[in-house]
């Protein structure tokens, strides 16, 4: 009755050992996704930035249009 006990130990360790690498090969696989997904945000990140000063460029540009509009108007009225 040992011998049985201890095989059937020594098999559920070996159940156990495969079990245990394939959570090692899947949590290796999220590693790498989640490192490619905080790249992809990075990047993200960085084009969002550079947008948004392009808008405030824009924005300012526009502003400056809108108040050159107004006194070439202002101007000729006042003609």
Do not use: C, M, N
Not at 9 to 15: F, N
Not at 29 to 46: N, T
Not at 53 to 75: F, T
């Amino acid at each position: 009755i040992p011998l049985k006990s201890k095989k059937e130990g020594l098999q559920q360790l070996e159940v156990d050992i495969i079990a245990t690498k394939t959570q090692k090969q899947d949590l290796d696989a999220l590693k790498r996704e989640l490192a490619s997904a905080q790249k992809e945000l990075e990047k993200i990140e960085w084009d969002h930035e550079v947008l948004f000063q392009q808008l405030e460029e824009l924005k300012k540009d526009r502003d400056e249009w809108k108040k050159k509009y107004r006194e070439s108007i202002y101007s000729r009225q006042q003609k």
